[in-house]
């Protein structure tokens, strides 16, 4: 005999995107289970539930990667666009203080979005300890006019592009 669990909202939202979901789960609609379990409550057939789970995490953990990589190639792009470098330049091995200072506001943006530093280290071909050094560096530096006046123009610049994917 096959086995059903209840699963709610917001869970079964995820569940409904799997293929069978129609064959395996059954809205609860009488009486008794509405007051138990509320209006968005189905019953699932538990084997069939398991199987998905992971399927589920999977594309949420390869959605929030793209989402991360996204939000680099935003940061990087701005920056490379307010500064007048490459992103190219950024990545490269050279050392001079205009692509060291470009790489310190991209860390100071990527942190701001909550990326970690062996992520956005990888994303320019640096070790995560270059990347809390940078973070640090900037937080001295802010304070100096072109660090303040540049990392102003890269913020507005990062919200007029969220504004612009908003309206589309």
């Given at each position: 005999?096959?086995?059903?669990?209840?699963?709610?909202r917001p869970?079964?939202q995820?569940?409904?995107e799997?293929?069978g979901?129609?064959?395996?789960?059954?809205?609860?609609?009488?009486?008794?289970?509405?007051?138990?379990f509320?209006?968005?409550?189905?019953?699932?057939?538990?084997v069939?539930?398991?199987?998905?789970?992971?399927?589920?995490?999977?594309?949420?953990?390869?959605?929030?990667?793209?989402?991360?990589?996204?939000?680099?190639?935003?940061?990087?792009?701005?920056?490379?666009?307010?500064?007048?470098?490459?992103?190219?330049?950024?990545?490269n091995?050279?050392?001079?203080?205009?692509?060291?200072?470009?790489?310190e506001?991209?860390?100071?943006?990527?942190r701001?979005?909550?990326?970690?530093?062996?992520?956005?280290?990888?994303?320019?071909?640096?070790?995560?300890?270059?990347?809390?050094?940078?973070?640090?560096?900037?937080?001295?530096?802010?304070?100096?006019?072109?660090?303040?006046?540049?990392?102003?123009?890269?913020?507005?610049?990062?919200?007029n592009?969220?504004?612009?994917?908003?309206?589309?």
């Amino acid at each position: 005999m096959e086995k059903y669990i209840v699963i709610q909202r917001p869970e079964i939202q995820d569940y409904m995107e799997c293929k069978g979901f129609e064959d395996n789960a059954y809205l609860i609609n009488d009486e008794k289970g509405l007051d138990t379990f509320g209006s968005s409550a189905y019953f699932v057939n538990e084997v069939w539930a398991e199987n998905q789970e992971y399927l589920i995490k999977e594309t949420k953990n390869r959605l929030a990667q793209e989402a991360v990589k996204m939000t680099i190639n935003k940061i990087l792009f701005a920056v490379s666009t307010i500064l007048g470098i490459t992103i190219a330049e950024i990545k490269n091995n050279r050392k001079n203080r205009k692509l060291i200072e470009a790489r310190e506001m991209y860390a100071h943006f990527c942190r701001e979005e909550g990326i970690s530093t062996p992520v956005m280290g990888k994303a320019i071909n640096r070790h995560h300890s270059t990347m809390i050094n940078l973070i640090h560096q900037f937080e001295n530096d802010s304070h100096l006019p072109f660090f303040w006046e540049k990392s102003r123009e890269i913020e507005q610049f990062l919200n007029n592009m969220k504004n612009d994917s908003k309206t589309q």
